[in-house]
């Protein structure tokens, strides 16, 4: 078992930044890949980015790529999403995910958090 905890969520203006960060503990949390998803209201959930277990390969979905970044700190069992330039449409819950291998389906994730809301206002 993996229990993911998300932080940094907030009401921020269109245009500015927010950086979310998801703690890991429990089962060891070495090996697994990180994930970020996100859940608008009446929406699927859908995938943001993710980032391999060694920090070398990351991917991102197009609506984000070139605006948020992801980071991990294996040391501190932490996964970081930077997010800026921040638009109205990035509202939404956040989650972090962790599985063994990559991928971008959330049913194909066994270890979620609880979610983090992000705002953006016009």
């Known amino acids: 078992q993996v229990q993911l905890v998300e932080s940094g969520g907030g009401l921020v203006q269109a245009g500015n930044s927010l950086q979310l960060s998801c703690s890991a503990s429990?089962?060891?949390?070495?090996?697994?890949?990180m994930s970020w998803f996100r859940q608008a209201p009446g929406k699927e959930r859908n995938f943001v980015a993710f980032?391999?277990?060694?920090?070398?390969?990351?991917y991102y979905a197009d609506s984000v790529k070139g605006r948020f970044t992801v980071s991990r700190d294996n040391a501190k069992h932490t996964v970081h999403l930077q997010m800026n330039t921040l638009k109205p449409e990035d509202t939404a819950v956040y989650y972090c995910?962790?599985?063994?291998?990559?991928?971008?389906?959330?049913?194909?994730?066994?270890?979620w958090g609880q979610g983090t809301q992000v705002t953006v206002s016009s």
């Open positions: 995910a962790a599985r063994y291998g990559t991928s971008r389906r959330a049913n194909e994730y066994a270890y």
């Open positions: 980032i391999t277990w060694s920090g070398g390969n990351t």
């Open positions: 429990g089962r060891t949390f070495s090996g697994y890949t």
